[in-house]
């Protein structure tokens, strides 16, 4: 049983699927007018890894994540840059696809873009316009929040307390400061007709057209990272609620920031980290580790020192897993890693789904890969290992870096260091030391492990 700390409950709740064996998971993708930086890659790598459980458990999984193609940001980038807004974020797109390859994330069934649902975003202002629970003035479409009573559900904020807040800005033409835009009239940048005049739609209406896309109705899970809780899926959750009398989705997951010794990174305070930098220094599995290795609802701090430590501590399932591999290859040189998909259920096993069905915990399903280590390693010693339990060692060890996200990729070794590791191993039984010796710095310089 799955449990998931619902946000718009803040509890923990059982996991019910909308249809039985089936998720629908839709995720705030990207504003698409630079590259990825570390923040945006946290809700990235958690919900790729939540896609992986689901599917690891039986689940028929659809998770969708949308590119934010529209936005005053683009606008003002491609204007600076003396680009079309489609050129932008055409450029955009392709390179943070390329990222989350990188990361080694599943692929989407589905990135939906705000300039290919520009009709369906329209023709949902409209119906919030003839409901009622939207107003027009000069061309701008304004959502009618004292309409919803439950308006701020998501954050716990009132309207009220809105109001009286500082940073709700001042627009007199706006029935209520905390009312916000559907529809902004502009000729300027990029625009597109409507029943109001030119102009572009406002960022919060994008997720909720998409979303119901995905099903024509609600879905299991909406996520995003918690800065989006205020006001993007408040505002999301109200505009569902006056079209279609429904919150999007049945459990709402926010992942918690990264910040930097307790600052926020920003461009202006000059701390900004690049995700495709650091997958470049680390690889994506010490990567993800990073990312897993802290309660996904926490703050995560980035330090240089936790990033080496990540590389050390992926260092160490590398080594156990190859060597494991290894002593398939060579003791029994049959290994076929498709081969056994029955497996025994150890307590091992239990613990890492158990750690993972209670909220997503991958410290502690991080923890259970550690005790596989344990024994791998323990059993690599033992001279008189079988090859069946090797290889369901071997198979739970995999089954556990899929769901993480963090596969070690081995080649099987050609003939020739075949060869030199048999030669090596004929040096140790002779006892001819030297020989041995010389042969092993040979084979550790090709990178092998034995
Ligand atoms: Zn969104």
Redesign the pocket.
């Known amino acids: 049983m799955i449990k998931i700390y619902n946000s718009l409950s803040n509890k923990i709740e059982e996991f019910k699927p909308i249809i039985k064996n089936n998720v629908i998971l839709y995720v705030?993708g990207p504003t698409v007018y630079d590259y990825m930086h570390i923040g945006n890659s946290r809700p990235v790598v958690f919900f790729d890894t939540v896609a992986r459980f689901f599917k690891y458990s039986g689940f028929n999984v659809t998770f969708v994540s949308n590119f934010t193609d529209i936005d005053d940001k683009i606008i003002n980038r491609a204007k600076e840059k003396n680009i079309s807004e489609e050129e932008l974020s055409q450029k955009f797109i392709k390179e943070i696809n390329k990222t989350y390859k990188k990361l080694n994330c599943l692929q989407h069934d589905a990135n939906p873009t705000v300039s290919e649902n520009i009709d369906n975003i329209i023709n949902f202002i409209d119906l919030l316009v003839k409901k009622d629970n939207a107003y027009v003035i000069n061309g701008d479409v304004y959502f009618d929040v004292a309409k919803i009573k439950e308006y701020g559900i998501l954050s716990g904020q009132s309207i009220e307390k809105l109001i009286v807040g500082s940073r709700i800005e001042k627009n007199l033409n706006k029935k209520n400061p905390v009312d916000f835009t559907l529809w902004k009239a502009t000729t300027e940048g990029i625009n597109w007709d409507s029943p109001w005049g030119k102009g572009r739609p406002g960022w919060h209406t994008e997720?909720v057209v998409m979303s119901r896309n995905i099903s024509g109705g609600l879905i299991d899970i909406h996520g995003?990272g918690s800065d989006?809780k205020f006001p993007?899926h408040d505002n999301?959750i109200a505009q569902s609620i006056a079209a279609y009398n429904n919150k999007i989705a049945n459990y709402w997951m926010h992942n918690g920031r990264i910040d930097f010794s307790g600052e926020k990174m920003s461009k202006s305070l000059g701390n900004v980290i690049w995700a495709n930098e650091t997958i470049d220094k680390v690889g994506y599995q010490a990567y993800r580790f990073l990312m897993l290795n802290v309660p996904y609802r926490q703050p995560l701090s980035f330090r240089e020192d936790l990033l080496e430590q990540a590389v050390i501590d992926f260092e160490k399932i590398n080594r156990a897993f190859i060597s494991l591999f290894r002593k398939l290859e060579f003791e029994y040189n049959d290994v076929n890693i498709k081969e056994v998909k029955e497996l025994v259920l150890l307590e091992i096993k239990k613990e890492f789904i158990a750690a993972m069905e209670d909220d997503f915990n991958t410290p502690n399903a991080i923890t259970s890969v550690f005790k596989l280590i344990k024994i791998t390693n323990k059993l690599l010693r033992n001279k008189n290992i079988s090859k069946d339990l090797l290889k369901e060692i071997y198979c739970l060890f995999s089954e556990f870096l899929w769901v993480l996200g963090m596969e070690i990729k081995i080649n099987k070794l050609t003939t020739d260091e075949m060869k030199l590791v048999q030669s090596w191993k004929q040096a140790r039984s002779n006892k001819d030391f030297t020989k041995a010796d010389n042969l092993r710095d040979e084979i550790t310089k090709k990178g092998i492990f034995i």
């Open positions: 705030c997720c995003g989006l993007h999301e």
